[in-house]
């Protein structure tokens, strides 16, 4: 079956650098697109960002500029690369695949890891 497991993560000061990793298996990796969510306590999960099947990116507009995403197909695996972090995006990140193209809605996506916490202190 599919399965995804993120890694990474953990506490950092504001400023710092993350990078989260998912490894998926169970699916043809390199045909499905992946997302990445987050969800603050309190709060709705939210899009962050996704890759296409292709590596094309896109990104909220709260992460534009400070996080990166690339993708390994070879090795089935998607990165979530976050620079200059700041104490709101303090959340547990989840990945996420879907066949198809990419999308910001999270109820596109059938299949998901149990997530990462990320704690950003100021």
């Known amino acids: 079956q599919v399965q995804l497991v993120e890694s990474g993560g953990g506490l950092v000061q504001a400023g710092c650098s993350l990078r989260l990793s998912c490894a998926a298996s169970?699916?043809?990796?390199?045909?499905?697109?992946m997302g990445w969510f987050r969800q603050a306590p309190g709060k709705e999960r939210e899009f962050v960002g996704s890759?296409?099947?292709?590596?094309?990116?896109y990104f909220s507009d709260s992460v534009k500029g400070r996080f990166t995403i690339s993708r390994n197909n070879a090795r089935n695996m998607v990165y979530l690369q976050m620079n200059s972090l700041k104490p709101k995006d303090t959340a547990l990140y989840y990945c996420?695949?879907?066949?198809?193209?990419?999308?910001?809605?999270?109820?596109?996506?059938?299949?998901w890891g149990k997530g990462k916490q990320v704690t950003v202190s100021s």
């Open positions: 996420a695949v879907r066949s198809g193209a990419t999308s910001y809605v999270r109820n596109d996506y059938p299949y």
């Open positions: 169970g699916l043809p990796f390199s045909t499905y697109a």
């Open positions: 890759s296409s099947w292709g590596g094309y990116t």
